[in-house]
């Protein structure tokens, strides 16, 4: 029997590629398989639980294809990911409209699954998340310049804050080879700019004991036939003076580096459990800009861990004004049950880390709007993603900002420029943020 089944992928592009995973499978086992879920056998919602709001938008997407369900344009409802393998016993007491369940290690169950829940069972797969496949066939469903390249699963670092390892399991590489066959697979197919993503791509290799790192990974993966190779993320502590080495050297390699700190206060990051010090980010930045002039970092910043008086705040906020970083994810402490942080004494208030957030994405504005305004009158490459029919002219995307989550380049051409070409476009202005500029005939 053949079905039509919806996915929809929620979170990380960690995440997006596991639904990826899940399409395949149903794909090759013959069933048809859609975006949208109004009037689909089985609707798979991969979820994301790791922060307040990831869970409330997990939620809200459940009721809206319950909805769906109430009105007889979808049959059955399958929940997987990090939600599910979170709060199993929830879901089944106060979400009666699921009708199935798969935790973090059960991705590769998801045929079973629809075939069983078709045939009026209330599956429920909670594999072991340790051991995960991770190499099988993707149904990738990003643009066809731009593809991910998960390199390992899980996390062992065990950050204070965060609840990753206890969804996703330890940390684990996927062998090189495996990587290097499904890269080329993307390659052929005419993908621009590999991603290369995992929790912590800087520790790839260092489970496997064989000598693999991802110093040795990225000139194998610069061989291919890709544009841009793009990097997130890499710890601190663990960017060796090798891997800057291959990073500055290879061409493919985009400058942009995505490093999470998360404070710059020595007592808050002990407290959070980082293995850096300010001294010692301050000399890796300076190291990295030394290597490469135009580097763009990207970091993550947390406001409000319990121990984060007035001083503390400020010293990261002193630390963002002298570092000048050009790009910054910054996010609210969320005390999340079964972290160490959740526990800790002296919680700050919420509104008080709100407001903390709000002064930060104002200090962090003004640092990319002044790089916006250094890049006026200068030439910069850009990958076009198509033409935005709402501002007029093209956009795309320059080396420095990442898929969804930073600026534009908004620009006109005298010609045709189609979707996934490198143009060169010469800067002129800034709107909203976005840089505006025109190509170089």
Known sequence: MSYKIAFISLGCAKNLVNTEQMMALCRDAGHTVTGDPDGADVAVLNTCGFIESAKSEAIDSILELAALKQEGKLNKLLVAGCLSQRYPDDIRAELPEVDGLLGTGSYTDVVSAVERVMAGERPEYFGDIHHTGEDGPRWVTTPPWTAYLKIAEGCSNGCAFCVIPKLRGKYRSRPMASLLAEAEGLARRGVKELIVIAQDITRYGLDLKDGTTLAKLLPELCKLDFHWIRLHYLYPEAVTDELIEVIAREKKIVHYLDIPIQHANDGILKAMRRRSTR???????????????????????????????????????????????????????????????????????????????????????????????????????????????????????????????????????????????????????????????????
């Not at 795309?396 to 600026?407: E, K, L």
């Open 279 to 441: 001294a010692e980010i301050e000399a890796l930045f300076a190291k990295l800009r030394a290597a490469m002039p135009d580097v763009v970092i990207r970091t993550s910043l947390i406001c409000g861990l319990p121990g984060e008086g007035e001083a503390e705040f400020e010293e990261l906020c002193g630390f963002l004004r002298e570092q000048k970083l050009q790009r910054a994810g910054v996010f609210q402490f969320s005390p999340e049950e079964g972290t160490l942080a959740a526990a800790m004494d002296n919680q700050v208030e919420p509104e008080v880390a709100e407001r903390r957030v709000e002064l930060v994405v104002d200090l962090q504005s003004r640092m990319m709007d002044q790089y916006n305004e250094d890049r006026l009158g200068t030439c910069m490459e850009v990958l076009c993603e198509g033409f935005d029919a709402e501002a007029g002219c093209y956009a795309g995307r320059t080396y420095a900002d990442s898929v969804d989550i930073d600026g534009r380049v908004l620009f006109t051409a005298a010609g045709l420029v189609p979707a996934g070409e490198f143009v060169n476009v010469r800067i002129t202005g800034v709107s909203g943020g976005d840089l505006t500029g025109e190509v170089e005939e």
